[in-house]
C-alpha cells in the first residue's frame, strides 16, 4: 500500500515501555507498525533515527478567552501554542463570555473554536444550570467544569456564571451531571473562608504579591483543604465522576488517596505550577504576580511530585491562563486586583522531558500523564493518546538530547510572555503530527486555522 507518512528508524514509547519501530500512517490513521516500511511506498517519509515517538500530548485545562477576552488570547494563537508545544488536542474551559452554561452557547463555541483552532479540540462546559446540562451533554461536551470560586477585589477571570459557591446548588449539579455519564471537573475553594482570610489581610494594608501568595496558603492551604473534603462527600453520594484540579497540598494528597482506595470515582490533575513555578517562594519573590496563582509551600510541592510519581495524581493539566503584562503589573502593588494564572500550553510537556532528562520522572510515566491517562479518563482512548493500529496518528517527535532556552521571543500566545522565561530545557519536541499531518517542525507551526476538529468521547460531532 500506499502511505501518506512513514516514520522510520524512530523508538516509539508508551506508558508501557519502549520498542523501536516504524510507523506507516494513511487517512489520517496508523496504518502499519513495523520494522519493514524502508522502502514502503510514501508521499513522505521522516528519518527519526536517535529520537523517540509519543502520542501527542492531550490537555484537559486551557483558558483560550475565546469568545469575550480575546486581547489576552484567542483559539487561533492558544492552539499555535498547543501544536508548537506537542499538544495535539486541547480541551478549553469556559469562563468566555458568554459563558457556555446553555445549549445555544455551548453550540456557537464549538461552532466558532472549530473555524479557528489548529488542534483538534473538546470542550467543557460550564455545569452550572441543572435543565441545560442533559441538553448540553447530548450535544457532546468532553466534560462539566464549575468553579467553587467567585473573585474577591476582581471580575475575571471568576464571573459570573461559571461558579457555584453555594453548597446545596452545588449538590444538585453534581446529582445531574452525574445522570449524563459526563466528568465532573471541579476547581475546589471554600469562597466563605478566603473572604475571612482576604479581610484579615486587608485590615492590616496587605495586598501585595507576596501578602496575596500567602493568603493563598493561609492555616495550612485550609481554603482548598475544606472545599476538597467537601467534594469527596458529595461524590461518595451521588457517584459522579469527579475530577478534581489543582490539587497540590499533602492533606488533599491524602484525602484522595483514601476516596480512591474506598473505590470511589476521584480523578486528580495538577498545574505544572505547583511542580515547577510557584513550589519555591524564591520565585514569587522574583516573578510576583507572573508566578501567581497561588503559592505551593515546599511540603506540599514534595507531596504533588510524589503524587505524580507514585500515580495517585491521575494526569498534567495545563491550566493555560494568559493575561497582558499589563494586567499582571497590577499585582505587585495589589495581587487581587491582578488575575491570576500564566500562559503554560507552549511549555509544560518540554519541562516534563527535561525531568526526564535529569532522571526525576520516567519517560513512561510522563505519556501516562500527558497523554494515554488524559484519553482514558475523558472517553477518547484508544483513538486519541495512544500509538496502536487504527488510532488518529497523533505523534510527537521527541530529541531526548536537544537543549533549548525557554525565551519570551519564541512564545505564540498573544500575550507574548512565558513565566519560564530563561530556563534552558532538555528533550525537546522537535515535530507535532495531528492525523498524520506535520503541524510543527523544529518549532515551526505549519497548520492553518480550521484544521483542528472538535472530538467528544471518541466520536467527531
Given at each position: 500500500m500506499t502511505f501518506d507518512l512513514v516514520i522510520s528508524g524512530g523508538v516509539i514509547c508508551t506508558g508501557r515501555g519502549r520498542y523501536k519501530a516504524d510507523l506507516g500512517i494513511a487517512d489520517d490513521r496508523i496504518a502499519v507498525i513495523g520494522n519493514d516500511l524502508l522502502n514502503a511506498s510514501t508521499d513522505r517519509r521522516i528519518d527519526a533515527s536517535g529520537k523517540i515517538l509519543i502520542p501527542g500530548a492531550i490537555d484537559t485545562h486551557a483558558h483560550f478567552r475565546d469568545p469575550g477576552f480575546t486581547h489576552k488570547e484567542d483559539f487561533e494563537t492558544g492552539t499555535r501554542a498547543a501544536a508548537a508545544g506537542g499538544i495535539t488536542m486541547a480541551m478549553d474551559m469556559p469562563n468566555v463570555q458568554p459563558p457556555t452554561n446553555t445549549l445555544d452557547r455551548f453550540k456557537a463555541h464549538i461552532e466558532d473554536a472549530g473555524r479557528k483552532s489548529l488542534v483538534d479540540f473538546g470542550h467543557n462546559a460550564a455545569g452550572t444550570v441543572p435543565e441545560e446540562i442533559p441538553k448540553i451533554a447530548e450535544a457532546g461536551a468532553t466534560a462539566f467544569k464549575i468553579f467553587m470560586i467567585k473573585d474577591v477585589g476582581r471580575d475575571y477571570p471568576h464571573m459570573p456564571g461559571i461558579g457555584i459557591d453555594d453548597h446545596g446548588s452545588l449538590l444538585e449539579l453534581l446529582v445531574t451531571i452525574a445522570k449524563t455519564g459526563k466528568v465532573c471537573m471541579i476547581h475546589?475553594?471554600?469562597?466563605?473562608?478566603?473572604?475571612?482570610?482576604?479581610?484579615?489581610?486587608?485590615?492590616?494594608?496587605?495586598?501585595?504579591?507576596?501578602?496575596?501568595?500567602?493568603?493563598?496558603?493561609?492555616?495550612?492551604?485550609?481554603?482548598?483543604?475544606?472545599?476538597?473534603?467537601?467534594?469527596?462527600?458529595?461524590?461518595?453520594?451521588?457517584?459522579?465522576?469527579?475530577?478534581?484540579?489543582?490539587?497540590?497540598?499533602?492533606?488533599?494528597?491524602?484525602?484522595?488517596?483514601?476516596?480512591?482506595?474506598?473505590?470511589?470515582?476521584?480523578?486528580?490533575?495538577?498545574?505544572?505550577?505547583?511542580?515547577?513555578?510557584?513550589?519555591?517562594?524564591?520565585?514569587?519573590?522574583?516573578?510576583?504576580?507572573?508566578?501567581?496563582?497561588?503559592?505551593?509551600?515546599?511540603?506540599?510541592?514534595?507531596?504533588?511530585?510524589?503524587?505524580?510519581?507514585?500515580?495517585?495524581?491521575?494526569?498534567?493539566?495545563?491550566?493555560?491562563?494568559?493575561?497582558?503584562?499589563?494586567?499582571?503589573?497590577?499585582?505587585?502593588?495589589?495581587?487581587?486586583?491582578?488575575?491570576?494564572?500564566?500562559?503554560?500550553?507552549?511549555?509544560?510537556?518540554?519541562?516534563?522531558?527535561?525531568?526526564?532528562?535529569?532522571?526525576?520522572?520516567?519517560l513512561e510515566r510522563v505519556v501516562q500523564v500527558c497523554s494515554e491517562t488524559p484519553a482514558k479518563l475523558f472517553g477518547l482512548y484508544p483513538r486519541k493518546g495512544s500509538i496502536q493500529l487504527g488510532s488518529d496518528a497523533d505523534l510527537v517527535i521527541v530529541d531526548p538530547k536537544a537543549k533549548k532556552v525557554i525565551k519570551n521571543e519564541r512564545v505564540y500566545s498573544k500575550c507574548r510572555w512565558t513565566p519560564y522565561d530563561g530556563k534552558e530545557v532538555q528533550g525537546i519536541p522537535v515535530a507535532t503530527i495531528l492525523r498524520g499531518q506535520v503541524i510543527m517542525e523544529e518549532g515551526e507551526v505549519l497548520a492553518k486555522p480550521g484544521y483542528g476538529k472538535f472530538v467528544s468521547n471518541a466520536k467527531e460531532v
Open positions: 475546589p475553594h471554600d469562597q466563605e473562608i478566603w473572604e475571612y482570610i482576604t479581610k484579615q489581610f486587608w485590615s492590616q494594608g496587605q495586598r501585595n504579591h507576596l501578602a496575596y501568595a500567602k493568603a493563598t496558603a493561609y492555616y495550612n492551604s485550609i481554603v482548598v483543604n475544606t472545599a476538597i473534603s467537601t467534594i469527596i462527600l458529595m461524590q461518595k453520594e451521588t457517584k459522579v465522576k469527579l475530577h478534581i484540579l489543582h490539587v497540590s497540598t499533602v492533606e488533599s494528597w491524602e484525602m484522595i488517596r483514601q476516596a480512591k482506595e474506598r473505590g470511589q470515582h476521584v480523578t486528580t490533575e495538577v498545574n505544572p505550577a505547583a511542580l515547577f513555578l510557584s513550589n519555591q517562594w524564591t520565585t514569587i519573590e522574583k516573578l510576583g504576580p507572573y508566578a501567581l496563582g497561588r503559592w505551593i509551600p515546599d511540603h506540599d510541592g514534595i507531596a504533588s511530585w510524589n503524587a505524580v510519581l507514585n500515580g495517585n495524581c491521575d494526569l498534567i493539566g495545563s491550566d493555560h491562563a494568559p493575561h497582558t503584562r499589563e494586567e499582571k503589573e497590577m499585582g505587585w502593588e495589589d495581587m487581587w486586583k491582578a488575575p491570576g494564572g500564566r500562559p503554560q500550553i507552549q511549555d509544560y510537556l518540554s519541562l516534563c522531558l527535561d525531568e526526564v532528562s535529569r532522571g526525576k520522572i520516567s
